[in-house]
């Protein structure tokens, strides 16, 4: 080979190092001098190196929203619509009613059928047909909810539910918290990473606080009779009943008498020690729910350690509340958190754009549900799948274990390398420690993350990367047995076991692609360590390595006669 | 020159029944294994699966000031309620590994918790139907499981945290999640078997494609037999070491049908049967090598790379060993059997001139005709060629 050719190859190798070199070690910023002495080398490494949460410590939480629990309210909604439009085209109804068995259904039936297209109409006004086929079967008329709206509107709870909760996580000021979208598209699930973390309890239950508001009338003889209570379900929904059949313009909830205020600061005493839950039935729909809401604040309420939520309605919230207030003065109003009616008041004059909620908060409790309300409420339930909390020590003990691991597996395999092939082993170990370096420096330009079992993907590496060289070696011993000068025996084993190489690279690159692309968690950053260090291998076993061969034996000249392989 | 193997003429296929015979036994064994143990009423399940696929909390804990023994750990776990707490002792004396298993959501009662107004728990309609029953503590739907605040009640026992212990990491994960993780696992190694065995086929041959990935199959196989008979616990990481297997084992059939589809290409008169022996012990030394290196750098990594990797080392030590078996003991002789019988199928209607027959891609063709003037299998007869002085 020509010496301007060699000189070419060497220029590429030595920048190539070099870059790599730098993108790990180095500051990603305008270099100062400080930056080259070991502690600035040890702070860029820091920078550079993104580590997993398995690593640096931090909780990794997995969500799902139940969307289903968000159709089943919705079909509720709808079936006091229908009820409604039924009454106002004057139809008798039978039954209205939503139906969630194995789909999502609402359905009217009515005394006679000669007001169903009429009220067909009706609700179409309201509820998109498109989405609530319409089905007509003697004088029942039921909207089922189509596959595809079932899935859209999934979708669209799922995301609904994300932007809630992405703006609670920054008002609660959790320090570089990632939020993204999580498993198959229609799992509804959200993975939340919070770095450094250690206890998530607060943010967990601050995440899943439905904060669903509604003001509702709560049906009871007017004031100053006592508001009326139930001790039962089942005596409220006797008494609700007509003729055996719920109303679907009725609900049962339960009501917890308001609590005594706390005293012992922020540790509340036994919340279910003093409570005597009684049940109500409250008119549906609401007169005004959350989304009305403009602002919500905790207050201490006798300037003590108990708490309360003061809230303001928007202009629209304020018109409606205010309206259906001034009509009902002297009849029960509930102010109705999470389907449970937090207290009971009787309307005294109309009210317009403001209230409250008192109830048994600490002052942690009453930020919380404040910033919740603020927030939105979510447009379903959430639960946790998936927890997962390391703490910082315990990533420090894997970092070390790792490296030390590392570093043995990469000794041991030096020492093989440089006792079994003798002169051509220092070829290999060059070869390692560039894929090595490269490796990292891959890592760090696509800003992937190393995880723990990234660096078992490391350990690996070396393993498949010396299978390379090994390979190659084998080779060109095999070509000088027979016989074979030593340059072309060398030509010839680079030249027969790349074939090999390739092939072997390309399956296990295969095994991995799929590893990244449907591997979760652990499984992937495996997977991204192998696949850089086997690319980047490429290049240092193959490249380099001839490289160095092709310069030792221009060295020797003419009398290469000998190798040490 | 240090070599550690000279000139090996090993008649590597004359031993095929044996060695497919110890590769079905070893099947069998984690079969009768896995079905024994499920079906025992009582006894251990088929494998030891971890949380990631059975749902449940792990956490792992230090004692600050003297470590309790399992039982006394345990005892203070059935007081709260968790019988089957498993306490595992790791390399540190004063760590704990602390299992609960997925506990039903109902019976968080009663936690000392602020009254967070947190309750999901809201459809109207669930509420007639169970009359009197308290609903869940604010709380307890915010878990993936009760487990987590369980394990922290019992460990309170002990002292207040950070003070006589500490909670190193926390594992919950619900049954729904563990559903979709284990589902997910098999899918992923499926799907990379499928991929393999197309690239190959289209790098070689269906047979050879075929014989690798029933080798690798069988890799799997062995591999997690032995996780069932020794109770060894599947975790995702695990399950990464499969797939890792998958692709060392793959690495190292290619390279030993690299060398076959070159040797045909050489000699043309030797068989398929000969052809695959010899280029055996070509790579053979290449062979223990590599799987010796990677076994090595493995052994740090069960050694030394702490608890965390325990058991995806291990799964990938053994998988080390199979992976390099099967490539000689199991995709070998398949790959032979299979390809002979594909030709002989093709010689006999179109007798001896159909050679030409499309001819697949490359080499293999060759291997027809090379068996066609070759003649019967079963001799050792090592063609002298490249490769010997």
């Known amino acids: ?560 006669d000998s190798l040490s392989i | 020159m240090i070599q550690f193997f000279k000139d090996v003429r090993i008649d590597w296929l004359a031993n095929r029944r044996a060695f497919i015979a110890v590769s079905i036994l070893l099947m069998l064994a984690g079969l009768a294994s896995a079905v024994i143990r499920q079906a025992v009423p009582g006894g251990t399940d088929a494998f030891n699966l971890g949380v990631d696929f059975k749902g449940g909390t792990v956490i792992t804990a230090r004692f600050l000031k003297d470590r309790p023994s399992d039982e006394t750990i345990r005892a203070r776990f059935a007081q709260q309620g968790v019988g089957d707490a498993i306490i595992q002792p790791t390399d540190k004396p004063d760590v704990v590994l602390i299992k609960v298993p997925r506990l039903a959501a109902a019976v968080g009662e009663g936690q000392p918790q602020p009254a967070t107004p947190a309750q999901p728990e809201a459809t109207p309609q669930a509420q007639p139907g169970t009359p009197g029953r308290p609903t869940p503590p604010p709380g307890a739907q915010a878990q993936v499981d009760p487990g987590v605040l369980k394990v922290k009640q019992a460990l309170d026992s002990f002292g207040p945290a950070e003070q006589s212990y500490t909670i190193l990491s926390t594992e919950a994960v619900g049954e729904v999640a563990g559903r979709q993780l284990r589902t997910q696992a098999i899918a992923v190694t499926l799907a990379a078997l499928v991929g393999i065995l197309v690239y190959i086929a289209f790098r070689f041959e269906w047979s050879y494609g075929a014989a690798a990935v029933i080798a690798v199959f069988h890799d799997v196989l062995v591999t997690l037999g032995i996780f069932s008979i020794m109770q060894w616990e599947i975790s995702l990481t695990v399950i990464a070491a499969l797939l890792t297997l998958v692709g060392f084992s793959v690495n190292d059939t290619i390279v030993i049908f690299d060398r076959i589809r070159e040797n045909l290409r050489l000699h043309r008169r030797g068989t398929l049967y000969n052809v695959t022996n010899l280029s055996i012990n070509q790579t053979l030394s290449r062979t223990v090598i590599t799987s010796g290196l990677v076994f090595l750098s493995v052994l740090a990594m069960v050694l030394f790379g702490g608890e965390v990797l325990r058991g995806f080392s291990l799964a990938l030590l053994i998988g080390v060993i199979f992976g390099t078996y099967s490539s000689v003991a199991i995709a070998s002789p398949i790959m032979v059997w299979w390809q002979e019988r594909i030709d002989a199928a093709k010689a006999r209607p179109g007798q001896r001139g159909a050679k030409g027959q499309t001819g697949g891609p490359g080499q293999p063709a060759r291997a027809r005709k090379a068996r066609a003037a070759g003649g019967g299998t079963g001799v050792v007869n090592q063609p002298q060629g490249a490769g010997r002085t």
């Open chain 1, 1 to 560: 080979m020509k010496k301007k050719n060699l000189l070419r190859r060497f220029i590429l190798i030595a920048v190539v190092t070099i870059v790599g070199l730098y993108v790990v070690i180095g500051p990603h910023r305008r270099p100062k001098l400080s930056d080259f002495t070991p502690v600035g080398i040890k702070n860029s490494l820091k920078d550079n190196i993104r580590l997993g949460l398995d690593l640096k410590g931090g909780s990794h939480l997995v969500m799902r929203v139940k969307v289903e629990e968000f159709l089943k309210r919705l079909a509720l909604t709808n079936a006091t619509i229908a009820d409604k439009a039924a009454k106002d085209v004057g139809a008798k109804v039978t039954d209205a009613r939503a139906d969630t068995s194995g789909g999502y259904r609402f359905l009217v039936t009515t005394a006679d059928g000669a007001k169903l297209n009429e009220l067909q109409e009706e609700v179409r006004k309201k509820v998109d047909v498109n989405d609530w086929r319409p089905t007509v079967s003697g004088n029942t008329v039921t909207w089922a909810l189509t596959g595809s709206a079932e899935t859209r509107l999934g979708q669209e709870a799922t995301e609904q539910a994300y932007k809630i909760i992405e703006s609670r996580i920054n008002a609660v000021g959790v320090a570089e918290p990632t939020l993204q979208f999580h498993g198959a598209q229609n799992s509804h699930q959200i993975l939340l990473q919070m770095p450094g973390l250690q206890d998530p309890q607060r943010v967990k239950d601050l995440l899943v606080g439905e904060s669903r508001l509604e003001l509702v009338h709560v049906v009871s003889p007017a004031s100053p009779s006592p508001v009326q209570t139930y001790s039962t379900p089942e005596e409220a929904t006797a008494a609700a009943s007509q003729g055996g059949q719920m109303p679907a313009n009725k609900l049962i909830v339960p009501y917890l008498d308001r609590d005594e205020p706390t005293t012992a600061g922020d540790t509340a005493s036994d919340p279910n020690a003093a409570k005597t839950k009684k049940w109500v039935v409250v008119d549906q729909p609401a007169v005004v729910d959350g989304s009305e809401l403009s602002r919500a604040d905790a207050v201490s309420r006798t300037g003590g350690s108990d708490y309360q939520i003061t809230f303001n309605l928007k202009p629209s919230g304020a018109e409606k509340f205010g309206a259906w207030t001034g009509s009902n003065i002297g009849q029960y109003m509930g102010v109705m958190l999470n389907g449970e009616i937090k207290s009971v008041a009787f309307i005294k004059s109309q009210i317009n754009d403001s209230g409250e909620i008192s109830g048994r908060f600490t002052k942690q409790s009453a930020d919380d549900l404040a910033l919740t309300l603020r927030s939105g409420a979510l447009p379903a339930p959430i639960e946790y799948q998936e927890e997962r909390t390391v703490g910082p020590s315990l990533g420090q003990d894997s970092i070390r274990a790792g490296v030390e691991a590392s570093l043995v597996g990469l000794g041991l395999v030096i020492a093989f390398m440089l006792f079994y092939y003798r002169g051509s082993g220092i070829n290999a170990v060059v070869a390692l420690i560039l894929n090595m370096i490269l490796m990292m420096a891959a890592l760090v330009l696509i800003k992937a993350t190393l995880t723990l079992p990234g660096i078992a993907g490391i350990i690996l590496t070396i393993g498949m990367a010396v299978d390379s060289n090994v390979l190659i070696f084998e080779r060109i011993r095999e070509e000088m047995r027979t016989g074979k000068t030593i340059p072309s025996a060398v030509e010839q084993g680079f030249a027969r076991a790349f074939v090999t190489i390739i092939d072997t690279h390309v399956t296990t690159i295969i095994s991995s692609l799929f590893l990244f692309v449907f591997g979760t968690g652990p499984i992937k950053g495996f997977a991204v360590t192998l696949v850089l260090g086997l690319l980047v291998n490429l290049f240092s076993a193959v490249y380099v390595s001839r490289t160095i061969f092709i310069w030792h034996l221009n060295q020797k000249g003419r009398r290469a």
